[in-house]
Structures are given as C-alpha cells and as structure tokens.
C-alpha cells in the first residue's frame, strides 16, 4: 500500500464518532415526540392454528388505552379515505399479514394479533397483560424434515419456498451421476447449521406520526424497503409517505426486513390514537419474535480422482425458512451460488429449497445463506485433505479458483481474483502450529489443534439484481460551501457515512469536513437501493464518486469559461450564485445511477453466468485449545485474510472484518437459538448469548487489496465476507485437535463431551 | 406510594427490619432489580447496601460483611492470602457492573443454585451470621439453605456477617467455574474445594458444589471417598465416581444432565490431583 | 405522590420527583433528559446503560431511584470537561472503537473509571481490559479496536495527558 494522496485509503475517524462516545447521537428511543403514545404488541403463543378472538379483562381500566385488531380497520379503503391498502408486510411475496385477522391462521409463536397503545409503556404493557388472545392450535410443523414430508401444507402444497438447481459440466443427473461415479473416491457429508440471532444492541425501535404526509421514522437499514411495504399497507402514493432512518445501533440484517413489519403497526396504532406512536421492543421480545439466520441442511459431496482433483461436486441445500416467505428466497440464492466454494470443478449440481414451517420467519443475517453453505464445503475440503493425506492448506493452494477458471455458474473470473494474495498472506504469518498438548491454568490438561478456510463471497446484489435495482445517488453544491452526499445507504455502524464523505471529498479536491451526509430520509434522498449485500461501498460508494465527478467536471467547466478561479467549494459557490446550471429546486448537483460493467450476463432462467459482478476472497486460521475436563474450548488464535479491493478507510474496514469474524467465532463456539414447539427458549440475552470481551483472542487481521477495475478506487464488498469462513476453521480445528468430526455449529461443550464418550 | 427506609447504622436496620417484616430488603439489588421495571412495585423498600459491609481478618477466621461487595472481595489481598479461592469466585460474578453491586449476603439470601459464591463457601465451612431485634444467631451454610431458593432466614432477620475459619495448615484450596462464556455467564457447574492433607493423605474434605442440584451443597460421597486416601490419580478417579450419588443435576437452557454429571466428576478429580501435586 | 430524591448528576444536584422503585436508567433518560445512557437489555447483561454511583460502574437497569438517593452518578454526558473529551473518548474516535454506538455510552463510561483508576497498564494491560470490560457487550467491532483505545487511554492518563 502507497501513501495515500487523497482522503480515499486513510483512517479518518468516522464523522459520527465524536457524538457517539459523547451519548450526544440520539436514537429513535431518545428523540423527543410531543404527544407520543408507547405500542405493544400482542402475540400468538401457538405455533399454528386460528386466531379466534382477543378477550379483555373487563376488570381493567380501557379508558386511556386504544386496541388494535385487523378486523378494526378499513381495508381497502386506501388511505385517501380515512383507511388502509392490503393487510401484508410487502416483501417479496405478499403472504405475511402485519396482523393475523380473528379467524385468520396463526403460523408461528409471536406473531402480532393485535395492538395496544397507551399514554405510557407501563401502561401499554398493563393492558397488554390485560388481554388473552384465543387460539386453537393445530399440528405444527417444526424440522426441514416435516417441512419436505408436507403432511401439514403451510405454502402450496409442498412447502417448498423457492428451489434452485445449478448445474454446471453437465446437462442432466444421469450425466452428473457418470461424472461422481468416474471419482476415484467420494468425501461426503451432512452439515448442520443453528437459527442465529443478530443481536443489535439496541433493539428494534420505529415512530409514527401524521403530519401531511404519513412519517415514519426509526431504527432500520432501508428506507426504501420500508417505504414500500407502507404503500402496500396504506393503499397510497409514493409521497403520501415519508420514511427517515434515525441512528441505528446496529443491524447485521436483522434491521432489513423486520423494521417494515414495526412501521406497518406504528402506522396503524398512529391512525387509531391520532397521535404519535413509538414502539421500541424489549429484549425478550425481540429475540422471541425477530427475524434470524435461517437454520440449514446441507448435503455435499465431494469426487475426487486419485491425484486429489476435485472432478465432481454434488450438493443439495435446505434452508428453514420459517412462516412466511420474507426474504429467504434470496438468502437461499446467495447460499446455492456459493456452494460449491472457490475451487476447481468442471462438474458441479447444486439443488436449494427454502422450505415453510411454523418457526418465526428466518431472515437476512450478515453473509445472508454463504456462512451455512461455507461451513459445509470447507468441512468438506478439509475432509479431502485429511482424506488424500495433504496439508490442508497446500490442497487449498493446489485446487483454489484462479484468474482463468471458471465458478459453479459458468462464470470465468478476470480480475481482481485474491486467491493467491490471501493464500501467501496466511502462509506468512501461519508459523507453527501449537503444541499438541499441555495444561491450563487450573491444571487442567488440554489438547490444541489448528484449522484453516478459505473461501469467497460475491459482492454486490445477484447476476441481474444490481441492474435491476438502478440505485442512484447525488452530489449537490450548496450555498453554504458545503456539499452533501445524498443516498438512501444507511450508517448501521459500518461507516457508510464516513466513506463517503472521504469519496466525495477525494473526487472535488476537498477535505472530507466539507462534505455532509443527511440522514437519509425518502423526501431528501434517492433510492440507492438496500444497504445489504456488501454492496454499500462498492456500488453506492461508486456511485457516490461518479456524481461528484461529474459536478466538478461540470463546475470547472464553467469556472474556466467565467473565468472564476479558486478550489471546487469557491467555484461551486460562485456559479450558484450566479444562478447557472441549477435544477428545478434551485440546487446544483448531479444524480447518477447505477450502470453495469461492460460484459455482464446472466441467465436466472438456468442460474448461469456472472453471479456477481467481482468477489472477495477471505482465509482464516484458528488456533483452539479445548480443556479435557469441561471441554469448553477457548480460540487462541484467530487470523483473518480478506481481500476488499481497496480499503477506502483501513480502520473501518479492520473493525469490519473483526466484528464479523467475532459473530462467526460466536456461531462456532457460544451462539444458539434454542427452539422448543416453535417458541425460542432462551430469549433473553442471559441465555441468548453472544461472546463477551473475554471470549475471544487478540485478533490478527490481514487487508489484502487486489482492486475491482469498476469499483470506487478498487474497492469490493467487505460486510459479510468476514461472517463466512470462521466457523469452518474453528470445526477444523477441532478435528485437528481432537480426531473427531464436528459437522454442526454451533459446537457446545456438551456436544465434545458426547462426541468423545461416543468415540471412546 | 412505596416507602423507602434507608437505615442510619446496622443497628437500626435490623430494627426497621423487624417494623416492617413485608419490605423488599435490597442489597446491591443486581439480582432482584433484574426486569424491576416489569415487576409489581413493593409496599416498601428497605435499602440496605452499605450496611454490614468490611473485611476483618483475625487469628482464626475472616469475618465478611454480609453487605461487601463482590468487587471488595475479589480485590481484598487479605482474603487472597488464606482464602484465596474466595476473591477468584468473586472475579467470576458476572462481570464489573454487577461486582460493585452485588453483595455475598445478597448471593446468600437468594441462595439460588447458580449463585457463584456458594460452593466457595461450603468449602471454606462459612458460618452465616444472622440478626434480629431477638438476638443474633449462626449457622452453618448447610442448615442456611434449605431448599431450592429456600433459606433459614426468618421474616425478621438480616445476615450480617460471613465467617470462614483459617484452613489448617497444608490445607488446599480449589475453585472452579464452568460457565456458558468466559465472562458474565451463568453458571453450568461450579465446585470448590478444602482438601486438609496431613502426611500424604487427605485428612479432611470438603467439596461444594453448584448448579448441580436444587442447591448448592456438600457432596458428601465425595467426601466420604476422599477423607483417609491419598491425593491419587486413583482417589480422583473414586471421588469423581463418588459425586454421582451426591448430585441430581438436570436439563435446561443451559446445559445438560449429562454434561454437568461428567464435568462436576471432573473439576472434583483435577482438585485432587492438583492437591497431590501441591503438596509435591 | 412522590418525596423528591436528590441525585448528584455530573456534578450538579438534581431533584426529581420519582417513584424510589424506578429504574435510575429511566430517571435519567425521561426525567433528566439525559439520553446518552441506553437501554440494550434490561436485565444487566449487556452493560450499555452503565454509569457510575458514587464512583463505581454499575448498571442502571439494575439499580433504583431509591438506591442513588443523595448520591453522585457520572453519565457519558459528564465524561467530557466541555468540549475536552475524557482519554477514553478521544482514544474510541481515533481508534475506531465505536461502530453503531450503542454500546459506546456504556463502554466509554465503564472504562474511563477503569483507566482513572489506574488499570489497564502494563504487560497485561490488555488482558485486564478485557477481564474489566466483560460486562459491555459490542456486537458491531469484535472488542479489538476496543481494546486498542482503552489501552491507549490508560496510557495518556498514566502521562497525565488529559
């Protein structure tokens, strides 16, 4: 890495930083609301059956308190007429009520049947316990098992969501099964992965009022995914609607599409009361109800003729969807395209389906179906290591995808191909592996063991999608000399803000402190589309710096003719002053939007093609420790490789692949919904749990740039990469230690304990 | 209106405990405040925290003040120096915030089967010291806690005082925690232990044990296998095989009956072994 | 119907009219305005709502209004002496130790009493933060940076650097 000349490469601290350690950045829970009424939801504790009716206690006090059921209000109507559009949370199906009508099917444990809002929440919460919701349950279905047996139909008649089928070297399964049977020997397995909640600090939280317009305001990731499932909601038009993210403490996913399902009940509870309505859900609540990582099946199988070269891959993905369709059609894409890993294969089927069942929706959780998919095929490739008695990190080096091959789906990868950067950069610092055994601290003997993996994530939405999407953003010269950065991307925390502060400034020649970024709000910014995907940088951040290219090309262009001389910011305001090239509004800016590099094609037909526009590429070692009394293992040594194109500000990106790796060595080693009838056990974050300052080693993180060609300064996706490959290295690890095969997460203790008395 | 008594000394708050027998007693509060905001409020408060506090160690014994922090015992050198399995359970109680609240008192009133300073103090055979406007009385932790979440605390009463005699000589002292993470977890089995070894043999032990029962308790097996043999491989192994009669451990969120079973054996065993190895 | 309760808050005495059974997170935030103390769990878990009592870290979902009567709670708001920033602070920014910031309030709080204490020095130092930090939880930076900045801070204050 080269100095940096510009503001693009440096660690700048984040622009929002200076608020947050002074508690002065206000979240949707501290904003103050004249007027507001606190809502509460009330829920199902079924996990299928009917709704039949809400019962209130007459003893109670209703006076200051409204109620809320869906056969209270005017479907249809629209909301010109004083009522409602259609009674779904639009995501991409519409087949999830906002409420479960009395009479209408209830599908999962916590699902809202009705509302409750109150002067106080303490009073809400009163009321709340004032109400008895009447249920009659039926069988519910609650295992993929169930799920694809289908004796209990919950969507058409096989339950199956979405299914996908990649086929690549072949053209049907005879051909495939000619291919596998060619192998001089077969690694097969059978993965499974938990339901993992994401665990924002702070909890879900969205407002409500009417003032013209309907506004909502509150914690999410897209605005826009809001905006749209309200227009459903109310049977309105686009500006009838306002949505506006507040500073959101954290997200992971679990902010993408939920928050709709809050602002869809704030926005009811606010025309029942006709005051603002807040509802920030407590802890309990929100484990018990959220969406999580959708807990998965995979089966892989892995040929290999007798030099060790893979000549077939064969794997079959099942995720658990939940209740209701939300997003899992396309976290399911996501884990299919990434099945079969980065390796060298001229035969691969891949078969998903994303499955129905009486759990609470399973949704978008960082690396959105890779992590599941990931777990398996490095299992795997470390199996055919083990198997072939190779090193398991030189049979990486040996079979890993390079510029020239080509991926499950056909495409043949260019540029910015990591590969042989993060092989070299983990074998640099590797050095030896931990002595085999010793003691700890309370004398205790333990056993140590090292695991590796290596893997990709594709960046930026799927084949078509970005295309699809047309994001847009603007750059807009103010009066003030300031400029302002307008994006519907969200800062949850990963500093999309502060990155693109540092591209615009670096494309005007100004200092990162000129640049503004509003809250984004849909009356003030354009669609960029979701911030999800690892895409926020790399395609927004991209656009981002076109528009503030472009109106510099644009200002100095006029400057030199005008004859104004000075930086951007002196001839900015010189031309609007003088009234030339401003919009309708009176602003001077540009607007871009989103335009795919030249030779991109996919098929979604036949899942052929260009899966993604470019991937990052990630390796990880894990030294672990298991203590042979109580079989708790301690991670004592975690070094993460990721490739990110371009490291537009290094300190962020560091503190993004440490979060990550942090969830993922969480999801290995601690991190478990626990389901029982349907209903999580242990929501709260006592049992819930997530690891703390003292779960996890000083961590050894490595940035490796092998840049994008159409990407803001190189720069690739960085969010969810980091999720993926951690819990395979911590399972390698674990059979390198332990001589037994971990093929679940996450691995508790008590799963050691019964492998090994299992083993002996 | 909830009443709020905050006691001038020990005195009066032994004696406002007697005026108002149907008050919440609040100590550090970290546990019974855990949801305060969704609990029914109490007809009065009687706000102890403070009280009974301080560490005094004399020739025989260490006395604790029901009202001492966590936080006082884990950084108290003088305990550290006798009792040393002490301050390191005290580390182990949830984590910063909930050691400067918690008290040992409150830990002891809860008596909940998870409660992290328990098993130490069976181990350490700690008297419970308790006071009413009748008088004051001792007993041994054993008779305090009577049940799952019962104590022998009258309605009148506070504890004032811990008290943990001086291990004899050549005496070895053990502690360990296991718990869902390495820090602010709840306990899956806990175990202490007094091992008193006179030439080469264990003489006297105790184990206390957690998390493994309705509650903490003595586990006498054990004990029994232990007291007379030497600190062996083969003792270890005996008392290990021993603790399942002494324990029902159960299911649950946390963790299993299998696990806890298997673990519990294990930290007794490495106690012994560890004994026999400190001895040299 | 409410005896008024005296609270020192950062340093300037504050009367509010509260139930002596509510929470001092919510006297805080509702009563005195004071938002930088969040609320992450409610039950003493997550340590986002720490401030200090007469000096100590503690969670103020876990403590009652009754319980701070006449004494002194520091919040995130008084950690600054204006618009100087406590080391802690200045050391989260510089480092990248706060992402989201939900957590910051709480971790910044809790260790600048740690560092003003004089922890976190030393060979070990990073060990004791993360034995004296256990109690924050941060789901958004994997504790690195974290850690990076609370041993950076104990160090300006060791130098007497503000």
């Known amino acids: 890495m080269s100095a940096p000349s510009g503001p693009v490469g440096r660690s700048l601290p984040r622009v929002d930083g200076v608020a947050k350690v002074t508690g002065a950045a206000r979240y949707l829970d501290d904003l103050p609301l004249a007027g507001v009424h606190h809502g509460v939801t009330v829920r199902s504790t079924i996990a299928h059956g009917t709704f039949d009716g809400l019962d209130l206690d007459p003893a109670f006090d209703w006076s200051q308190v409204v109620v809320v059921t869906a056969d209270r209000l005017a479907w249809g109507a629209g909301l010109a007429a004083g009522g409602f559009g259609e009674n779904y949370v639009a995501m991409i199906d519409r087949d999830q009520p906002a409420l479960v009508p009395p009479g209408g099917r209830i ?76 192998a001089a020997q077969i690694i097969e397995g059978t993965y499974h992965t938990g339901a993992q909640e994401q665990m924002y600090i702070e909890p879900q939280a969205m407002a409500a009022w009417k003032d013209g317009a309907v506004h909502v305001a509150g914690s999410m990731q897209c605005p826009y995914y809001v905006h749209k499932a309200l227009k459903v909601l109310l049977g309105c038009e686009a500006d009838d609607v306002v949505v506006a993210q507040t500073v959101t403490g954290g997200g992971f996913g679990g902010k993408e599409e939920y928050p709709s399902m809050l602002a869809a009940h704030c926005v009811m509870l606010t025309a029942a009361v006709g005051a603002p309505v807040k509802m920030v859900y407590e802890r309990d609540e929100d484990i018990a109800a959220t969406t999580k990582r959708h807990p998965a099946r995979v089966r892989h199988r892995l040929g290999l003729d007798a030099d060790g070269a893979i000549v077939a891959i064969d794997v079959d993905v099942v995720f658990d969807g939940g209740a209701y369709l939300t997003l899992s059609p396309v976290v399911l894409s996501r884990g299919v395209l990434h099945a079969a890993g980065p390796y060298r294969a001229p035969v691969v089927r891949v078969r998903g389906r994303a499955v129905a069942t009486n759990h609470p929706p399973h949704g978008a959780f960082r690396g959105f179906g890779a992590p599941q998919t990931t777990f398996a095929y490095e299992r795997q490739i470390d199996k055919a290591a083990r198997a072939l008695g190779v090193a398991p990190w030189a049979y990486r080096t040996r079979h890993a995808l390079r510029p020239g091959d080509t991926t499950a789906t056909g495409q043949r990868l260019e540029h910015s191909v990591g590969t042989d950067e993060i092989l070299a950069a983990i074998a640099k610092v590797a050095g030896p592996p931990p002595a085999r055994t010793g003691e700890n601290a309370h004398g205790a003997p333990v056993v140590r063991g090292r695991g590796y993996a290596f893997y990709f994530h594709g960046a930026g939405f799927t084949g078509s999608g970005e295309q699809r999407l047309a994001g847009k953003a603007r750059v807009v010269a103010r009066a003030d000399g300031t400029v302002a950065v307008l994006a519907s991307s969200t800062d949850m925390g990963q500093g999309a803000i502060t990155i693109f502060a540092q591209l615009a400034a670096d494309a005007l020649g100004l200092p990162p402190s000129a640049i503004v970024v509003p809250d984004p ?46 930086d951007f910011t002196a001839r900015a305001t010189a031309m609007i002053a003088a009234g030339v090239g401003l919009d309708a509004h009176g602003a001077l800016g540009e607007t871009v939007q989103y335009e795919p590099p030249p030779g991109i094609h996919w098929d979604d037909a036949t899942y052929t093609g260009q899966a993604y526009p470019c991937f990052g590429w990630a390796g990880c070692l894990v030294d672990v420790e298991v203590d042979r009394d109580t079989h708790q293992v301690a991670i004592t040594r975690c070094v993460h490789a990721v490739d990110v194109g371009k490291a537009i500000n290094p300190v962020i990106v560091a503190g993004q692949i440490e979060g990550g790796t942090v969830q993922a060595l969480g999801w290995a080693v601690l991190e478990s919904v626990r389901y029982k009838d349907g209903k999580v056990t242990n929501a709260s974050m006592t049992n819930c749990i997530v690891p703390t300052f003292g779960d996890v080693p000083d961590l050894e993180t490595i940035i490796v740039e092998c840049p994008y060609p159409y990407g803001p300064h190189g720069a690739k996706g960085v969010g969810e990469i980091p999720m993926d490959g951690p819990a395979a290295a911590v399972a390698n690890a674990l059979e390198d230690a332990l001589g037994v095969a971990f093929d679940h997460v996450p691995i508790l203790p008590e799963d050691i304990a019964r492998a090994l008395a299992g083993a002996s | 209106m909830t009443a709020y008594l905050r006691p001038t000394d020990d005195a009066h708050a032994i004696a406002l405990r007697a005026a108002h027998a149907d008050y919440l007693v609040l100590a550090g509060g970290t546990d019974l405040l855990v949801a305060a905001h969704h609990k029914p409020v109490p007809v009065g408060i009687l706000d102890i925290a403070g009280r009974f506090a301080g560490i005094s160690v004399d020739a025989d014994a260490a006395r604790i003040g029901a009202g001492t922090t966590w936080r006082a015992i884990a950084t108290s050198a003088e305990l550290a120096a006798t009792w040393p399995i002490l301050p390191a359970a005290a580390r182990e109680v949830g984590a910063l915030q909930i050691q400067t609240r918690g008290t040992i008192g409150g830990n002891l009133a809860t008596s909940s089967p998870v409660g992290d300073g328990l098993p130490v103090l069976l181990a350490l055979d700690a008297t419970i010291h308790l006071a009413s406007v009748r008088g004051a009385r001792a007993v041994p932790y054993r008779a305090f806690c009577t049940g799952y979440r019962t104590t022998a605390l009258g309605a009148d009463e506070l504890i004032t005082a811990v008290t943990v005699p ?7 002292l053990g502690w360990r925690k296991v718990g869902t993470r390495a820090a602010q977890s709840i306990s899956k089995v806990m175990a202490a232990c007094a091992l008193e070894l006179v030439d080469g043999r264990i003489a006297a032990a105790r184990f206390g044990v957690g998390a493994v029962a309705a509650r903490p308790i003595r586990a006498a097996a054990a004990e029994a296998a232990a007291t007379g043999q030497p600190p062996t491989a083969a003792t270890a192994a005996a008392v290990a095989a021993a603790l399942r009669h002494d324990i029902t451990p159960i299911d649950d969120v946390r963790s299993t009956a299998a696990y806890r079973l298997e673990v519990a054996g294990n930290l007794l065993a490495r106690f012994v072994t560890n004994a026999g190895r400190a001895q040299g | 119907m409410t005896a008024p309760l005296t609270i020192t808050v950062n340093g300037q005495p504050r009367t509010v009219a509260a139930s002596p059974w509510r929470r001092l997170l919510d006297v ?135």
């Open chain 1, 107 to 182: 599908k999962h444990v916590a699902e809202p049947l009705a509302l409750i809002a109150a002067p106080t929440k303490a009073l809400a919460l009163a009321a709340r316990a004032a109400c008895t919701p009447r249920q009659t349950a039926r069988p519910a279905v609650l295992t993929i098992d169930d799920a694809l047996r289908a004796d209990v139909a919950l969507y058409g008649d096989d339950n199956v969501f979405k299914q996908f089928l990649i086929r690549k070297g072949h053209a049907d399964d005879d051909e495939f099964d000619l291919a596998m049977v060619a």
């Open chain 3, 28 to 162: 805080l935030r509702e009563d005195l305005g004071l938002t930088g103390t969040k609320e992450g769990c409610g039950e003493g878990e997550c340590g986002a709502c720490t401030v200090l009592l007469d000096g100590a870290p503690v969670c103020s979902c876990l403590v009652v209004a009754g319980q701070a009567d006449g004494r002194a709670v520091t919040t995130v708001e008084g950690l600054a002496d204006g618009p100087l920033l406590h080391a802690v602070q200045r050391e989260l920014v510089a480092r990248g130790g706060a992402q989201c910031g939900i957590c910051t309030p709480g971790i910044a709080v809790c260790a600048a009493a740690v560092v003003d204490g004089g922890a976190c020095r030393g060979g070990d130092a990073r060990a004791q933060v993360r034995e004296l930090l256990a109690g924050n939880i941060c789901r958004c930076t994997g504790y690195q940076l974290i850690v990076d900045a609370i041993v950076a801070a104990a160090a300006d204050v060791e130098r007497g650097q503000p």
């Open chain 2, 166 to 172: 001086r291990p004899a000589p050549g005496t070895y």
């Open chain 1, 521 to 566: 709000a849909t009356d003030v910014v354009p669609d960029s589309g979701p911030t999800v995907a690892s895409r926020t940088a790399m395609v927004v951040g991209g656009l981002v710096e076109r528009a503030a290219t472009a109106l510099r090309a644009r200002v100095e262009a006029w400057a030199a003719g005008a004859g104004v001389a000075g």
